[in-house]
């Protein structure tokens, strides 16, 4: 059962299917431009939509909104401190400031960052300077159906390489994303961030980790490598954390509040060149885009999520979904992740290519038959088509994720959601793929217009 009970509710949106429709061709099916009050289970991100616990109410009531030097930023400051072990800490509004501010910072134009799988905002800022983000993830990611439990894991060999190779003048950091969100969801192990960190070192290349989920990574460490049973995810947490350079992070995740980040950073020089472009364009740096009381909440948000009763309850969520899945004839993306769960749109709707997307055609369809809003992650989100409308690049997967937001679906909620995946696969023979009928040049899932293709 969630280890909490519920004390401030808000109403669920409940919709007919011609509402749904409609709604749905009013948008040109991109989910992303529905009406939240359209949506009656929102699994669109785990980002910012979690539930705040009293304590960080609480917490938000002693928030300091001095302009300098405020008392929210100290104890923000020594918390992240404690978690991280690096001194320079720099508040962002989220976790893609923080990308831009240390991107554009220390990246020149032609140079390369490697990462086990860069998010899309993360890639979408280094390209913004010019450069070139390469994806290295390990040969057990290729296998949705098998049970590994370190798919998040970086290719070791191919890191090697790459760091040693004809390039490496041009390698400017490595980047681990903890857990692995382009990659399902899945974690890295303390073993195979301990390898990357020596190599980086060995080559004398920042390794900086995208910190968004950091506490569900050390969680399944705790589960999946031996060496770390007896250790607590917070113990995990903090040992990875001090195995890199610095670090990356979304707050909206695993700081369990609605906006927040950080970048944080041993490097004193390089932290007061980030400085400068903080206070230009976030905020001054004891504030940097945030309310005070935001900065509170943070510090109480990163004590709780470590909370191992919590951590199992979201795990327990997360399996439960699965298993419905499953018991819908809908294969995941195994195993489960904690933050969210990854259908197989391309195996249960084989009849649609790749380039009519199966992973958004699943999508419209959770959403026609139960109001559910969910986000594709295949040819829609990495794929490409040149001036003819052919395909040009093809996703390797055609998946769907549905993420789930932190403390704020009950278990009859995910009951809920396996009712609809069911009768979603019952038909799933009679889906229609979609066509783009108007896109933009970068992130196109976002701002895409479709249509249904008819047979
Ligand atoms: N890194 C990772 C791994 C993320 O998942 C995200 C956001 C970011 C960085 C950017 O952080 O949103 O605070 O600017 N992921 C959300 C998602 C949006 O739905 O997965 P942000």
New binding site residues.
């Given amino acids: 059962m969630e280890p909490y009970r519920i004390k401030v509710v808000e109403p669920i949106p409940m919709t007919t299917r011609e509402q749904r429709e409609s709604a749905l061709a009013r948008v040109h099916y991109n989910l992303f431009d529905l009406r939240a009050d359209e949506v009656t289970i929102d699994l669109l991100?785990?980002?910012g939509t979690g539930a705040l616990s009293a304590a960080q109410l609480a917490a938000a009531m002693t928030g300091d909104e001095s302009y300098a030097g405020s008392r929210s930023y100290h104890r923000f400051h020594e918390a992240v401190q404690e978690l991280t072990g690096y001194p320079h800490i720099l508040p962002v509004h989220?976790?893609?400031?923080a990308?831009r501010i240390l991107f554009s910072t220390l990246l020149e134009p032609g140079q390369i960052t490697l990462s086990n799988t860069h998010?899309d905002?993360?890639r979408a800022n280094v390209e913004l300077n010019g450069c070139q983000a390469q994806d290295l993830p390990c040969p057990q990611a290729q296998d949705l159906d098998s049970d590994e439990p370190f798919k998040g894991n970086v290719d070791l060999a191919r890191l090697r390489a790459a760091l040693e190779g004809p390039d490496a003048s041009r390698i400017a950091l490595v980047i681990m994303?903890l857990t692995n969100?382009g990659g399902g969801g899945q974690p890295v192990s303390m073993e195979n961030l301990a390898q990357a960190a020596a190599l980086c070192r060995a080559n004398d290349v920042p390794l900086i980790l995208?910190a968004?989920?950091f506490a569900e990574n050390a969680w399944l460490v705790t589960q999946h490598e031996p060496a770390y049973k007896h250790h607590s995810p917070r113990q995990v947490a903090e040992e990875a954390f001090r195995l890199a350079d610095g670090c990356?992070m979304?707050a909206?995740?695993d700081g369990i509040v609605h906006i927040g980040?950080f970048l944080a950073l041993n490097d004193g020089a390089l932290a007061e060149r980030c400085e400068l472009l903080l206070i230009a364009t976030e905020g001054f740096p004891t504030y940097g885009g945030l309310a005070g009381r935001d900065l509170d909440m943070i510090v109480q948000g990163l004590s709780e999520v470590t909370d191992p009763a919590y951590l199992q309850s979201r795990a327990d969520a997360a399996g439960h979904l699965a298993h419905l899945s499953r018991a819908a004839g809908i294969s995941i993306l195994e195993p489960p992740g904690l933050h969210a769960l990854y259908l197989n749109a391309g195996r249960l709707l084989p009849h649609i290519r790749p380039h009519h997307y199966p992973g958004h055609a699943l999508a419209c369809q959770l959403y026609l038959e139960g109001g559910i809003r969910s986000v594709e992650l295949g040819s829609l989100y990495l794929g490409a088509e040149d001036a003819d409308g052919n395909p040009s690049i093809t996703a390797p997967y055609e998946l769907l994720r549905l993420?789930i937001p932190r403390r704020t679906y009950t278990q009859s909620h995910l009951n809920y959601i396996g009712d609809v995946l069911e009768k979603v696969a019952r038909n799933a023979d009679r889906i229609p793929g979609y066509r783009i009928i108007e896109q933009a040049p970068m992130l196109r899932h976002f701002r895409s217009k479709l249509e249904p293709v008819t047979p």
Avoid: H, P, V
């Avoid at 989220?94 to 400031?97: F, K, N, T």
């Fill in positions: 991100t785990d980002s989220q976790g893609r400031a990308e998010f905002t993360t994303t969100n995208d968004a989920r990356l979304s909206k995740k980040g993420a």
